[in-house]
């Protein structure tokens, strides 16, 4: 009771000095520490307007401040603001412990990182709060580098996360910031900041799995495609067609990561109505590998959409490789020579143009999802729009390119010299995902099981008989 009511009043003494804090007419803002940070920070303030003074250990000698700023010692600096920046490193903290009677009711904003996660027990912010319980702390600022403050609000870092506990120290940081020109995104209570703090730790978390699935299936595929290709013909024909790595493996491999990749897009979506069918229920939560795999889809499908964007680059080439005008010379000489003509094929004309032309349509569509996914164009379509695009083009964009390789490989997949060393080419391989997925769909369509589906979906659910005479024989 006694230590609420102290809370209370602390938060109602400081109310006056915090909120004034952030008015560039009163009183300047403080930063501990004239290093990387604490400079670009007080080089933004300034140009906000802040009046800047800086707490150092050594005030007469800290290097080239911002023109306009003073530097002190940090009890002068502290006595002479109400929100303070501490722009030190935590393993520093331990002299703001003896400033603690300056810094009674003063806004701290911890602004600290750290090098690898969970080295300490507790968040930086919170040690702070510990070391200086008479002072509101808030986390804010840290997911910004030096650069970015110094530069101000750019497109990749118009964000500034921040926690606390009082909501008062909480404002007064948010409109400091909203004057630099961020955006502030409230994280609630001081105990979200071991969160803020692991942000910038982060390295692309959400594309570790795609990324390793798309560099796997590259190297399977490609050594796949070594001994299919380019072993067999030295060792059963004595040739030596290696320099074929270069542009035409790389335009097999890429294609057919490419679809694997998009199909993979998919299967999480089947798998889930599936499963929802069988648990008739969609309140059951969905296991741990399906959520992950289902929250990293968007990556998995800007993946395939880029190795399907160097495949159409590696088409456009075929035309002017050496080896293919080398080919087509020597094929016209020979048929000059013989004096021969070929027919017109008009079966391999509706072939070609058929997979060239649901290649076209694949690969426009699968731009138009890439493109859908932009933040500044998703944000402009409803719900539905979305949906819309994503889930039933998506499945158009799956089906076209399936059906463009199938198209490709026409009557092969019935010769039997196509079955090199009794393996299958690797692009019959990659069409087994993706046709498990289109048949999977096509069931999904069956009136019975959508039926249930959109109805599942939509909140209903399966009473088990047999629990339900349990129930009943037990009450
Ligand atoms: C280039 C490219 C970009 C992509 N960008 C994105 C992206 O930005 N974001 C993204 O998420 N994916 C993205 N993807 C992946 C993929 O397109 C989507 O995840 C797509 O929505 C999957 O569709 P789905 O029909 O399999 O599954 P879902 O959309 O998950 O759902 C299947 C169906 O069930 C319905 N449904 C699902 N859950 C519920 C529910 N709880 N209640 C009622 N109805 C429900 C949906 O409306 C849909 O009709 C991208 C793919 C590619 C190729
Ligand atoms: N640099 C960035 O881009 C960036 C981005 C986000 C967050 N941060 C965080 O901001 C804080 C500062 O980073 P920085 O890059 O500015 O570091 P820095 O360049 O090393 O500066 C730290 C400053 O702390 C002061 N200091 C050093 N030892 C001290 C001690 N023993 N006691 C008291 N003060 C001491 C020094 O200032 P005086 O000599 O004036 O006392 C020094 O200039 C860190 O917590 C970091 O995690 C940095
Ligand atoms: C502009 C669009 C496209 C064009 C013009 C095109 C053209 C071609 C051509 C010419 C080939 C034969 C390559 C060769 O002989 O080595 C081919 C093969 C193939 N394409 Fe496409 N394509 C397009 C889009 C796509 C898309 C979007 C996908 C889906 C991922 C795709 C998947 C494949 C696959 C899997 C193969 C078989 C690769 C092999 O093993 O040879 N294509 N395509």
């Keep these: 009771m006694t230590s609420m009511s102290e809370e209370v009043k602390l938060e109602c003494v400081s109310l006056s000095p915090v909120s004034m804090a952030t008015d560039p007419e ?37 290097g080239p401040l911002p023109a306009g700023t003073q530097a002190m010692s940090h009890e002068a600096a502290a006595k002479s603001a109400n929100l303070v920046f501490i722009c030190v490193h935590r393993e520093h903290y331990d002299f703001l412990e003896r400033l603690a009677p300056q810094l009674v009711g003063k806004v701290l904003v911890d602004v600290s990182n750290n090098l690898k996660k969970n080295i300490y027990p507790e968040a930086n912010a919170e040690f702070l709060q510990r070391l200086v319980p008479g002072a509101h702390v808030v986390k804010a600022f840290n997911t910004l580098s030096a650069w970015a403050l110094q530069n101000g609000p750019s497109d990749a870092n118009r964000q500034v996360y921040l926690c606390g506990n009082s909501v008062v120290a909480k404002q007064a940081v948010e409109e400091t910031a909203t004057k630099l020109g961020f955006t502030v995104l409230d994280r609630g209570s001081l105990s979200a900041a071991r969160e803020l703090e692991d942000f910038p730790l982060q390295l692309f978390p959400e594309w570790r799995l795609p990324i390793r699935l798309a560099v796997g299936l590259t190297a ?5 495609l070594v ?25 097999k491999v890429f294609p057919i990561v490419s679809l694997i990749l998009l199909s993979l897009c998919y299967l999480p979506g089947v798998i889930a109505a599936f499963l929802q069918l069988y648990r008739g229920t969609k309140y059951k939560r969905f296991p741990d590998w399906l959520d992950r795999w289902m929250l990293c889809r968007k990556q998995l499908g800007l993946l395939a959409l880029a190795l399907a964007s160097l495949h159409v680059l590696y088409t456009l080439i075929i035309p002017i490789r050496y080896y293919v005008r080398f080919r087509i010379a020597a094929h016209t000489i020979s048929q000059i020579k013989e004096n ?8 391999m004309a509706w072939r070609t143009d058929s997979y060239y032309s649901m290649g076209i349509l694949g690969y426009g569509l699968y731009v138009l999802l890439g493109l859908s996914s932009l933040p500044s164009v998703s944000n402009s379509l409803s719900w539905r729009e979305f949906s819309f695009i994503q889930s039933k083009l998506g499945y158009l964009t799956l089906f076209f390119c399936t059906f463009h390789t199938y198209l490709y490989g026409w009557d092969k997949f019935l010769r039997l010299s196509a079955y090199k060393w009794y393996t299958p080419p690797a692009y019959m391989l990659s069409l087994v995902v993706p046709s498990v997925v289109l048949v999977l769909r096509l069931l999904l369509f069956l009136p019975c099981m959508d039926r249930s589906l959109i109805r599942i979906r939509q909140g209903w659910e399966r009473t088990d008989p047999e629990n339900d005479t349990k129930k009943s024989l037990l009450t």
């Design 26 to 62: 009163q009183g300047p803002l403080c930063i501990f520490g004239t290093g990387d940070l604490g400079r670009s920070l007080g080089q933004r303030l300034l140009q906000a307007g802040y009046k800047v003074v800086y707490g150092s250990r050594r005030p007469h000698s800290c």
């Design 227 to 251: 001994i299919r290709d380019i072993i067999f013909s030295y060792v059963e024909q004595g040739k030596d067609i290696s320099f074929r790595i270069m542009v035409s493996l790389a335009n």
């Design 220 to 224: 399977a595929f490609f050594f796949y």
């Design 340 to 347: 021969k003509t070929s027919e017109f094929d008009t079966t």
